[in-house]
């Protein structure tokens, strides 16, 4: 009887410790996005995040900032895509989070071009498996489905 009652109670605390667990990953999911957001949306990204937002995806982007520039931006949504990829971070907070911006980055044709010409150049022996940029790509690619939407209607909205 005695340890009948044991093992209930190390039930118990195994389920106390899963909860308390998964409630620690949340915030620490959510902080980790947050400061993501922070880095995303400071002051060293405005000209080329207002250049983005606030155009549609023919805006020309390569006129005002220059391949690594745009490929420091990017970088940004290559390493969020790496994180939810990995579940080092909550998909829905990331989606939550991050959608309109990757899907709007992503969207723009001199993006685009940044990154084929990025990948076109990597010589790497992981370039055909591991494509620079290719986590952003996927990931952009994978919200616009979730939406059911396109380029075209970003541009449209």
Known sequence: VFSLYQLKELVIQTKIQNETLEQSR??????FL????DNLHSSQYDSITQAIQG?????PLLSRFTD???ED???NFEDIALFMKNNLVIAQMGYNNFSYDTE???CNKDVQNVIKNAQMVDKSSTAVTDLFYGNFQNLAINFLN???QTCKDLDNQ
């Open 68 to 70: 690594l520039e745009i």
């Open 55 to 59: 155009h549609d995806g023919s805006y």
């Open 146 to 148: 979730t939406e059911k």
């Open 104 to 106: 709007k980055t992503y």
């Open 26 to 31: 949340e915030v620490a999911s959510a902080d």
């Open 73 to 75: 931006y990017i970088s």
């Open 34 to 37: 947050l400061r993501l957001g």
